[in-house]
């Protein structure tokens, strides 16, 4: 009964803060381990002793599951080269550098404890940072790198570490360094890689959504455990497996089973990652009295904390911006110096650095002050950097992903399937075929295609667009009709099987009239206010009629790129690529012109953008 007392009491607490935090615009991270601070010092409440093996076993492999699941490898293959530079060789150096400034400022300790401190504190939070950057409207570009980061950098850390603390209590090599890190790195790949396999072949032939959902619910355990057992990393095996997954998920599940998936894994990784912050503040009154066995000051304690807190920081900004400098010499490294700037600041640490410091053996010299500098990092991670991130990407001018280019892109997406749904259609009709079914099949796929268009002009003339005139009509309908279930079901006119099934279908369908999107740097605010509008302005009135015979964009024909659609300039007529494709030749070619309105120069495509006034005609 006391345990799920304090399981009840955990999650309650997440609950409340997490909503308070969302209402006031605060980081709902820092304040966990704010209350969770001051909760530790509340006479009668529980220690919560944050288990290391809980953690690393128990809580990391869902959390990076559930994370990887949903990240793209295309994207991981795009951005290899500075995810590499951040999870292995950002967080050896930031090994080595803490390692050194511990050693230094701590009198008499091992150069092997102070390198393991610096692998503790040396791998980035995968919640916190991405959290941030989704809540501030980062480029997306951005988040990816440091989801990549996030994801792969635990690995190189936990290797490190392990290898720190055999040097403590021997002598280790560099061979055996090296070799420790091939067979984690091998390890962990090969067993990642069967293991999504193989959920894959089960998967597939699932039909059940609960059986489904529930057999993805073990796979990070099933890569985390056999990899570890034989000495490969247990966090490369997990992240392997779920990228492989998510990659093949579309193929593999059924429409309901993804989706009861989807809704399942976010709820528990919500409950997960929040309860990891609130844990982090609960051991401060535990760590507080192991330093105080040490024979060093208070004042002593406090400017190591401060050392190795700054020591942190200022590692992550060497590296990024020595990298910048150099990146002439680094194939793949194109980050720009705004983005860098905010990579750099965005290093908040998190539960596996704390979970970490515990792993220390109990007879390493100074243990205490060496567990109380992991929690003063990750607090001051999290205050510093966490707190003032926002801030920095607003004064950085950073482009937050674009809700008008978004309806673009899924504007043409669907356009491109409606085309290739009919066409199947026609390919598959019989002369049995109900003319009328035929008709309400293209009826229904114009209608979907024709709503993503419609949302390209919120600002029109229009007071209300098709597609938002059926969804309130149709939403005002499913309301009657729910009323007449529930009638049914107080009187007990229908079977409770029936009125469940019922029920079903309606929320299926009410779940499918999308709701207005909200802004990502205005929370609250919806689409009809965005950074695309539509409608009329100067440019757009007296734009040019440039045509052009250009088959392709001329920048990247010249560079040898790809593109993925293509744009007009009705100015003089250049043909570039859009902000989709890799190299965005057409706002380059606005950049460097200031020619302000673009067309669509895909088939069938006539729509226009002003650059300057952001507007879509």
């Known amino acids: 009964m006391l345990v799920a007392t304090e399981i009840l009491s955990l999650v309650l607490v997440v609950l409340l803060v997490t909503g308070a935090a969302r209402r006031l615009d605060w980081s709902p991270p820092l304040c966990l381990v704010v209350v969770g601070v001051a909760a530790s010092f509340i006479p009668g409440v529980p220690s919560y002793q944050l288990d290391p093996e809980f953690v690393l076993v128990?809580?990391?492999?869902?959390?990076?599951?559930?994370?990887?699941?949903?990240?793209?490898?295309?994207?991981?293959?795009?951005?290899?080269?500075?995810?590499?530079?951040?999870?292995?060789?950002?967080?050896?150096?930031?090994?080595?550098?803490?390692?050194?400034v511990t050693w230094a400022v701590i009198p008499g300790l091992p150069l092997a404890a102070g390198i393991a401190l610096g692998a503790v504190v040396a791998p980035p939070d995968a919640v916190a940072a991405t959290a941030v950057a989704r809540r501030v409207g980062m480029p997306r570009r951005v988040v990816r790198i440091l989801e990549g980061e996030s994801l792969l950098n635990d690995a190189a850390a936990l290797v490190a570490l392990r290898t720190a603390i055999a040097a403590i209590a021997g002598s280790v090599t560099l061979w055996e360094v090296g070799l420790d890190f091939v067979l984690a790195a091998v390890g962990g790949v090969?067993?990642?890689?069967?293991?999504?396999?193989?959920?894959?072949?089960?998967?597939?032939?699932?039909?059940?959504?609960?059986?489904?959902?529930?057999?993805?619910?073990?796979?990070?355990?099933?890569?985390?455990?056999?990899?570890?057992?034989?000495?490969?990393?247990?966090?490369?095996?997990?992240?392997?497996?779920?990228?492989?997954?998510?990659?093949?998920?579309?193929?593999?599940?059924?429409?309901?089973?993804?989706?009861?998936?989807?809704?399942?894994?976010?709820?528990?990784?919500?409950?997960?990652?929040?309860?990891?912050?609130?844990?982090?503040?609960?051991?401060?009154?535990?760590?507080l009295a192991e330093v105080a066995d040490s024979e060093l000051s208070g004042l002593a304690i406090a400017g190591i904390c401060a050392c190795v807190l700054v020591a942190t920081i200022l590692a992550r900004l060497a590296w990024l911006f020595g990298s910048g400098l150099v990146r002439k010499l680094l194939p793949g490294w194109n980050l720009s110096w705004s983005e860098t700037?905010?990579?750099?600041?965005?290093?908040?640490?998190?539960?596996?650095?704390?979970?970490?410091?515990?792993?220390?053996?109990?007879?390493?010299?100074?243990?205490?002050?060496?567990?109380?500098?992991?929690?003063?990092?990750?607090?001051?991670?999290?205050?510093?950097?966490?707190?003032?991130?926002?801030?920095?990407?607003?004064?950085?001018?950073?482009?937050?992903?674009?809700?008008?280019?978004?309806?673009?892109?899924?504007?043409?997406?669907?356009?491109?399937?409606?085309?290739?749904?009919?066409?199947?259609?026609?390919?598959?009709?019989?002369?049995?075929?109900?003319?009328?079914?035929?008709?309400?099949?293209?009826?229904?796929?114009?209608?979907?295609?024709?709503?993503?268009?419609?949302?390209?002009?919120?600002?029109?003339?229009?007071?209300?667009?098709?597609?938002?005139?059926?969804?309130?009509?149709?939403?005002?309908?499913?309301?009657?009709?729910?009323?007449?279930?529930?009638?049914?079901?107080?009187?007990?006119?229908?079977?409770?099987?029936?009125?469940?099934?019922?029920?079903?279908?309606?929320?299926?369908?009410?779940?499918?009239?999308?709701?207005p999107e909200e802004n990502p740097r205005n929370p609250g605010r919806e689409l009809d206010t965005p950074a695309a509008t539509a409608g009329s302005c100067e440019h757009l009135e007296n734009a040019g009629t440039a045509t052009s015979d250009e088959t392709g964009c001329v920048d990247c024909l010249r560079e040898g790129t790809t593109w993925v659609h293509l744009r007009l300039c009705l100015e003089c007529g250049h043909v570039g690529c859009c902000d989709s494709?890799?190299?965005?030749?057409?706002?380059?070619?606005?950049?460097?012109?200031?020619?302000?309105?673009?067309?669509?120069?895909?088939?069938?495509?006539?729509?226009?953008?002003?650059?300057?006034?952001?507007?879509?005609?």
């Not at 699941?69 to 050896?92: C, D, F, M, Q, Y």
């Not at 309130?472 to 229908?494: F, G, H, P, S, Y």
């Not at 030749?585 to 069938?604: I, L, Q, W």
């Open 581 to 617: 494709s890799p190299r965005r030749h057409a706002s380059k070619h606005f950049h460097d012109t200031r020619h302000p309105v673009m067309r669509s120069y895909e088939p069938g495509e006539n729509w226009r953008w002003c650059f300057v006034d952001r507007v879509v005609g």
């Open 58 to 100: 128990g809580l990391l492999p869902p959390l990076l599951f559930s994370t990887a699941v949903r990240t793209s490898l295309v994207e991981i293959r795009v951005n290899k080269a500075p995810i590499a530079l951040l999870s292995v060789g950002l967080v050896a150096f930031t090994t080595i550098a803490v390692g050194l």
């Open 190 to 287: 090969v067993v990642g890689a069967l293991i999504g396999w193989g959920a894959f072949q089960l998967r597939r032939r699932l039909t059940d959504p609960v059986m489904d959902t529930a057999w993805s619910f073990a796979v990070p355990f099933l890569a985390y455990l056999p990899a570890e057992a034989v000495h490969g990393s247990g966090v490369l095996a997990v992240v392997v497996a779920a990228l492989i997954l998510g990659q093949q998920t579309p193929r593999m599940s059924s429409g309901p089973s993804r989706l009861a998936s989807r809704l399942n894994w976010r709820t528990i990784q919500f409950l997960l990652e929040n309860v990891v912050f609130l844990l982090i503040g609960l051991q401060l009154r535990r760590i």
């Open 341 to 515: 700037t905010a990579i750099s600041w965005a290093g908040m640490r998190g539960v596996v650095t704390l979970a970490a410091a515990f792993v220390l053996p109990t007879d390493t010299p100074e243990r205490g002050v060496l567990v109380l500098s992991a929690f003063v990092v990750v607090a001051g991670t999290l205050l510093l950097q966490g707190t003032t991130l926002p801030k920095l990407v607003r004064r950085l001018d950073l482009p937050a992903p674009d809700p008008g280019e978004d309806a673009l892109q899924e504007a043409a997406l669907l356009h491109d399937m409606t085309t290739a749904g009919l066409a199947r259609l026609e390919e598959i009709r019989g002369p049995d075929d109900p003319a009328d079914v035929i008709d309400r099949l293209r009826d229904k796929q114009a209608y979907r295609s024709d709503s993503a268009w419609e949302r390209l002009g919120a600002r029109s003339s229009l007071e209300e667009t098709p597609s938002a005139a059926y969804r309130r009509l149709r939403a005002a309908m499913l309301e009657a009709e729910r009323e007449v279930l529930l009638t049914a079901r107080d009187r007990a006119t229908a079977d409770d099987e029936v009125l469940r099934h019922v029920l079903e279908t309606l929320d299926i369908e009410e779940s499918m009239l999308e709701p």
